[in-house]
């Protein structure tokens, strides 16, 4: 199933994306003896069924995700799951999420809390709770850009879904980075409500960045081997205050490749690991500080 999702990744960056490639990738996964769903994803692309497609990437790889998770905190079958995921949808004012992401500030410098307030500070992002911030669940990925150490250009975007969705031991993790593909790729998906369609450049055909995605699909497996854990649902506030390099023993974050950091993947503090609005804010505070 993971080599089928690696077919489908290859699809999925075509634009457009032939009849007969998502024809034989359909037939290749039917040999294997594998039924997936994000194969037929990849078919409605191919037929021009865009908006099927994003519906058939929320049913199989989110809406399925959150009704399993609700099911085990709710065995009673009480709570209600609707068919729109609230993952990508703009958040409501949450003060009080709001004040814990603020009181990040005050933790160590070298604690994950810490590096994420300062990522976020620095580059002028909202805060989660704050009016336009980001969703609190999506916003989980954001305590993986410190971990990881992805930059928060689009490039560096693609790289940490990547990991997260490969090191998610349940499949149907690959939704994000087929969502992410979609996003700022190919433009396959418009917007998700919290993300909008960014396709001003050809992410995936940039120099190296093949040999990027690769390293951080790598990298994902190897934390899926060691620890088996989906990342989305590990509680960061409750290790806000522990240091970086001891949170990525803990979850076995394996270091980048050698390759990867010559191929032009950046740290999450490296200019050139930002988009030019976030290098534009980054110089802006800096020199209002001095």
Excluded at 37 to 48: E, L, S
């Amino acid at each position: 199933q993971r080599i089928v999702h690696d077919m489908v990744l290859g699809e999925l960056v075509l634009r457009p994306l032939p009849t007969e490639v998502a024809f034989r990738v359909a037939k290749y996964a039917e040999a294997l003896g594998v039924n997936d769903d994000f194969v037929r994803v990849a078919r409605r692309y191919a037929q021009g069924a865009y908006g099927l497609a994003w519906m058939d990437l929320q049913r199989n790889g989110f809406v399925d995700h959150v009704r399993n998770a609700a099911a085990e905190d709710d065995p009673a079958g009480s709570a209600r799951i609707t068919d729109t995921p609230s993952n990508f949808e703009p958040a409501e004012p949450d003060p009080e999420l709001f004040e814990r992401w603020a009181a990040f500030e005050h933790l160590p410098v070298e604690s994950l809390g810490h590096s994420v307030w300062d990522m976020y500070d620095g580059r002028g992002f909202g805060f989660p709770g704050a009016p336009g911030g980001a969703p609190k669940y999506l916003a989980q990925h954001d305590f993986v850009h410190v971990l990881a150490d992805y930059g928060t250009n689009l490039k560096g975007e693609i790289e940490v879904f990547a990991m997260i969705g490969r090191a998610n031991p349940d499949p149907k993790g690959f939704a994000w980075l087929a969502t992410l593909i979609g996003l700022f790729e190919t433009g396959y998906i418009t917007d998700t409500g919290f993300f909008e369609r960014d396709v001003r450049e050809r992410n995936m055909q940039a120099p190296g960045m093949y040999q990027r995605l690769a390293d951080a699909l790598r990298r994902g497996k190897l934390m899926c081997d060691h620890s088996a854990i989906d990342l989305f649902e590990v509680d960061y506030y409750d290790l806000a205050d522990k240091h970086v390099e001891e949170l990525r023993e803990r979850f076995s974050v394996p270091s980048k490749s050698s390759i990867a950091i010559e191929a032009g993947s950046a740290g999450l503090f490296d200019l050139d690991g930002m988009s030019e609005t976030q290098r534009r804010t980054v110089a802006e505070r800096r020199r209002g500080s001095v």
